[in-house]
């Protein structure tokens, strides 16, 4: 897997990442320091899309200040019968 730049990565392509880092992962085949180079960079694809997760908020939250619109508040899934 060729790697790019965390940060010049978009929100998808980080998450694209992230995911072959877990496949990779829980297929066990990966020698131990492979492993652990592939954990720790799977750390800073999580903290990077954390990071833009939050810019995005960030500029939802001032155009809708910008418009007088509502304020966010913070996302409480529905709890199911599972």
């Known amino acids: 897997m060729a790697s790019k730049k965390i940060e010049s ?3 998808d392509g980080t998450m694209e990442q ?8 829980e297929q066990g085949a990966l020698p131990l320091e492979q ?5 720790e960079r799977g ?4 903290r990077a899309g954390q990071q833009k997760l939050e810019q995005a908020e960030q500029k939802v939250q001032i155009l809708l ?11 409480e899934p529905e709890q199911g019968d599972a």
């Open 9 to 11: 990565l978009s929100f």
């Open 18 to 25: 992230l995911e072959s880092i877990v496949q990779q992962l």
């Open 35 to 39: 492993a652990l180079d592939q954990f």
């Open 43 to 46: 750390i800073q694809l999580v």
């Open 65 to 75: 200040a910008r418009e007088g619109g509502e304020k966010l508040e913070p996302f």
